[in-house]
């Protein structure tokens, strides 16, 4: 590349707003390829380029620090076995009754991002296998991505399932013609994963998130479609047993119907536990783009890194990002010892470092 290489790629493959919600961003996240990594200046490289250049330098690697492949935890791993699973059930007869996933753990573990990065292969295997058009000349969309509000209603959610699919009549019809056009845009379109996000906000105590509940259960009852569910501590919210108390929960459909998938956090106590959160720091490490960068950067501060984040997903990755930009502009260019104390996180990952040992 001639001229500012780093302005060009920057044209090319700077922050990306996917809307994951509705069918074009989905679908350009489904396709989008990696980026591709650039050099790393020595310190008298950089010192060699004018103010401008050196500015999209760094604004490139800040660019790149932040956005690293995802990582195949142990953690990812297990869930992404427990969603094949349940999507062998997606092979059954329209006629037949499809089990459904649920991913539900703690905020920070990474939930969404198993359930996107799940429904991407899917998306991909179904492209591979069928052309992008269904039979009668509709656009295929293998997977329909849903993230609720705080307060859905019933009909919210239809609204939210038909934004996606871009249905003109997301806002101007009644609810019962929105079901029925929800049901004709999964089936038109062939659709063989809904994914349902922020499953948390549905109140399953209150009368209108039980109208969701069974409307889930009937959508799930008609659609020859997977549903794959993700909230924070859905147990403890009810979910599974429909808000239904005392024996009543016991024949709680919901239940039976569905498979839960938890994400727990890493530990950093016994050897097995240790070596798969420093497997993730060496990963972490190879990826950033930094002068001074090298092996043991991130690794001979494992122990320190995990009580800063408890080893939640999301606190860790805040937690370099802001590192790696502070090594950049003050020129450390290395993530030290200093630099992590002075990088800051999430509010719940600092009030939980701070309490005592």
């Given amino acids: 590349m001639s001229g500012n290489?780093?302005?060009q790629w920057l044209d090319r493959y700077d922050t990306v707003p996917y809307q994951l919600s509705r069918k074009q961003g989905w679908d350009a996240f489904v396709n989008a390829g990696s980026r591709p990594r650039f050099e790393v200046l020595t310190r008298a490289e950089m010192r060699a380029l004018n103010a401008d250049v050196l500015?999209?330098?760094?604004?490139?690697?800040?660019v790149w620090n932040a956005n690293p492949a995802t990582i195949k935890t142990q953690q990812l791993a297990r869930a992404f076995d427990v969603l094949e699973q349940v999507m062998a059930s997606n092979r059954r007869d329209g006629d037949k009754l499809r089990g459904a996933a649920v991913i539900d753990a703690e905020p920070g573990l990474g939930k969404t991002t198993i359930a996107t990065r799940f429904a991407r292969e899917v998306h991909r295997r179904e492209y591979r296998r069928h052309s992008p058009e269904t039979p009668d000349g509709s656009q295929r969309l293998p997977v329909a991505f849903v993230p609720l509000n705080a307060g859905v209603?019933?009909?919210?959610?239809n609204q939210q399932l038909l934004e996606f699919y871009g249905h003109p009549g997301a806002s101007r019809s009644t609810r019962t013609q929105l079901t029925s056009l929800a049901m004709d845009c999964v089936t038109t379109c062939?659709?063989?994963?809904?994914?349902i996000d922020d499953l948390h906000f549905v109140d399953f105590r209150h009368r209108n998130g039980l109208e969701v509940s069974n409307h889930l259960k009937g959508l799930a009852n008609v659609l020859p479609a997977t549903f794959l569910f993700v909230g924070v501590?859905?147990?403890?919210?009810?979910?599974?047993?429909e808000g239904l108390l005392g024996e009543a929960a016991v024949y709680a459909q919901t239940s039976r119907r569905t498979t839960r998938c938890p994400v727990a956090p890493f530990s950093f106590?016994?050897?097995h536990s240790a070596r798969a959160w420093t497997d993730l720091l060496v990963t972490l490490e190879r990826h950033l783009i930094l002068a001074d960068a090298g092996p043991g950067m991130l690794t001979s501060q494992a122990r320190e890194l995990h009580r800063r984040t408890q080893g939640r997903i999301a606190s860790l990755m805040n937690l370099i990002d802001r590192a790696a930009f502070l090594a950049i502009t003050t020129g450390v260019e290395a993530i030290t010892p200093a630099v992590i104390t002075?990088?800051?996180t999430d509010n719940a990952a600092q009030r939980l470092a701070e309490l005592p040992a």
């Fill in 5 to 7: 290489p780093w302005a």
């Fill in 55 to 62: 500015a999209d330098y760094n604004e490139a690697r800040c």
């Fill in 153 to 157: 209603t019933l009909k919210g959610l």
């Fill in 190 to 195: 062939e659709t063989k994963l809904i994914i």
């Fill in 233 to 241: 501590n859905l147990e403890a919210k009810r979910f599974f047993d």
């Fill in 269 to 271: 106590g016994d050897g």
């Fill in 342 to 344: 002075a990088a800051l």
